[in-house]
């Protein structure tokens, strides 16, 4: 169960989960979700008890020391609330770790939570290694399969078919409940998926900025990602094959895009900017 302390009656809350493991590359979603407990100074309020999802020869407790005490910290899926948002609603925050097993009462106990807390918009946040160069901006995609959300952000239905994360099947699950859900993935340089990758996270953060309409501090990030990218130039430099091979992935997307600039498209882009605004685009 969900071990909840006093909160008090939130404004429209939105959700928005991430966790470590298979749905993380890069450490990129974890990360993002993150930087937004730390610049609106989330407070955790509830944990899930890691007796029944974790198994703790895969992820094992650490041993931590606080004001002079050790004790056992235990992994987990903590819950933050943040209230200090610059937006006329609250946002929960939902930091953990790809469970171990049951994944089914884990996603029944999440939402049932949600629900409790009176969620109106669940955002799951996960990253995956593609075949993408790291000298471009971080592909980041936003699916949804609820007919008002794909609506009111533009978006298209999640095409995927495949294995699956604890992210996915949390997007899915909210679905059938009928709460209002996105999906936000990030698409990480495989051959540099090694490394935390920051200029992933930032793009994160920025769509979820884009869709919450609010402006966030990015901190440092656009900083550590010019680095991250600067390391990756590096190893590049060093090593022919991969030089070759990022090329190539550079003109494959140059190539993509290329569609992006027909009239058709600026004009999709300028109708899209002014439903974000509440305009209507002018009669043609």
Not at 33 to 60: C, G, K, M, S, T
């Amino acid at each position: 169960m969900i071990e909840l302390e006093d909160v008090p009656e939130l404004r429209d809350p939105v959700m928005i989960a991430a966790f470590e493991g298979w749905n993380d590359a890069g450490e990129a979603a974890t990360a993002a979700v993150e930087h937004l407990a730390e610049v609106w100074n989330a407070e955790p309020i509830a944990a899930i008890d890691p007796e029944d999802y974790y198994d703790f020869q895969v992820n094992r407790p650490r041993v931590v020391l606080e004001d002079g005490q050790r004790r056992i910290s235990w992994p987990t899926t903590r819950i933050l609330l943040a209230t200090s948002t610059s937006m006329d609603r609250d946002v929960i925050l939902v930091q953990g770790i790809e469970p171990s097993t049951r994944w089914r009462s884990f996603t029944i106990e999440l939402l049932e939570f949600a629900q409790q807390m009176g969620v109106g918009t669940f955002i799951t946040v996960g990253a995956l290694l593609a075949d993408v160069p790291h000298t471009r901006p971080i592909p980041i995609t936003v699916t949804s399969d609820h007919e008002d959300v794909i609506h009111r952000f533009d978006l298209e239905p999640s095409k995927y078919e495949g294995p699956t994360g604890i992210v996915g099947v949390l997007a899915d699950a909210a679905t059938q409940a009928g709460l209002p859900s996105l999906s936000v993935w990030a698409a990480v340089p495989h051959y540099a998926g090694g490394t935390p990758s920051p200029k992933a996270t930032l793009g994160l953060v920025s769509r979820i900025e884009e869709l919450l309409d609010t402006t966030l501090p990015h901190g440092d990030l656009s900083d550590q990602a010019r680095a991250w990218e600067h390391g990756v130039d590096e190893l590049a430099e060093s090593d022919d094959e991969v030089a070759e091979y990022v090329q190539s992935l550079e003109q494959a997307q140059d190539t993509a895009e290329l569609p992006e600039a027909s009239g058709e498209a600026i004009a999709r882009e300028f109708e899209r900017y002014l439903r974000r605004r509440g305009d209507e685009p002018p009669a043609g």
